[in-house]
């Protein structure tokens, strides 16, 4: 069975670190666009990174703090999480594209066919 499974989310404080982990079972990410999203509480989910074989994407909100990686041999993808803030906190999930994916990936939603369920990152004092 083909998932993605979100870690390493939790309570922060303001100012604090959380590096998210997004690890792949039954298919390799080799190749594919993968997206981070989040959704913050009464709002829209929102693509806030991504990654591809032709680079990175960050929006605006999270660009100079957050790092989007990946380890092909551990077949998982990261988000480190820098001076959070309490705008940060929401449902964090990762997502990958259907194929391999030789483009510049994208923060839209429909770009992605694979998701996790998501995880809760909370940042407050």
């Known amino acids: 069975q083909s998932q993605l499974v979100e870690s390493g989310g939790g309570l922060v404080r303001p100012g604090g670190s959380l590096r998210l982990s997004c690890a792949a079972s039954g298919f390799r990410l080799d190749g594919r666009s993968i997206g981070w999203f989040r959704q913050a509480p009464g709002k829209e989910r929102e693509g806030i990174s991504c990654?591809?074989?032709?680079?990175?994407i960050s929006s605006g909100p999270v660009k100079g703090r957050f790092t989007i990686s990946r380890d092909n041999t551990k077949n998982t993808v990261y988000l480190q999480m820098n001076s959070l803030k309490p705008e940060d906190t929401g449902i964090y999930s990762c997502a990958a594209t259907w194929d391999p994916d030789p483009g510049l990936c994208n923060l839209g939603e429909g770009a992605y066919a694979y998701w996790g369920q998501g995880i809760q990152v909370t940042v407050s004092s």
């Open positions: 990654t591809s074989v032709r680079g990175t």
